[in-house]
């Protein structure tokens, strides 16, 4: 899956975290665009509500299991 990296608005919600959170901003635009694109044909995306939801503590469900 490829998203614009180089996109200023991927690029101002990137810089907006911390950059230990960079990487689980990347696997959530991944994975938001994947669904968006098999949902409606086209991988749009918000980064900032996406930057938003990394900030407020989503983490991969992978993680999100061992925190119970």
């Known amino acids: 899956m490829n998203f614009n990296k180089k996109s ?5 919600a ?3 975290l911390s950059k230990n959170l960079h990487p ?6 991944e994975e938001y665009i994947y ?4 949902r409606y044909g086209r991988g ?3 980064y900032i509500v996406l930057a ?3 900030r407020d ?3 991969p469900p992978e993680k999100a299991e061992g925190k119970n």
Not at 8 to 12: D, Q, R
Not at 24 to 29: A, E, G, P, T
């Open 57 to 59: 503590g989503w983490c």
């Open 35 to 38: 669904h968006t694109e098999k």
């Open 14 to 16: 990137k810089e907006s």
């Open 24 to 29: 689980i901003y990347d696997q959530l635009v």
């Open 8 to 12: 200023e608005k991927y690029l101002s």
């Open 52 to 54: 938003d939801l990394v």
């Open 44 to 46: 749009y995306v918000a």
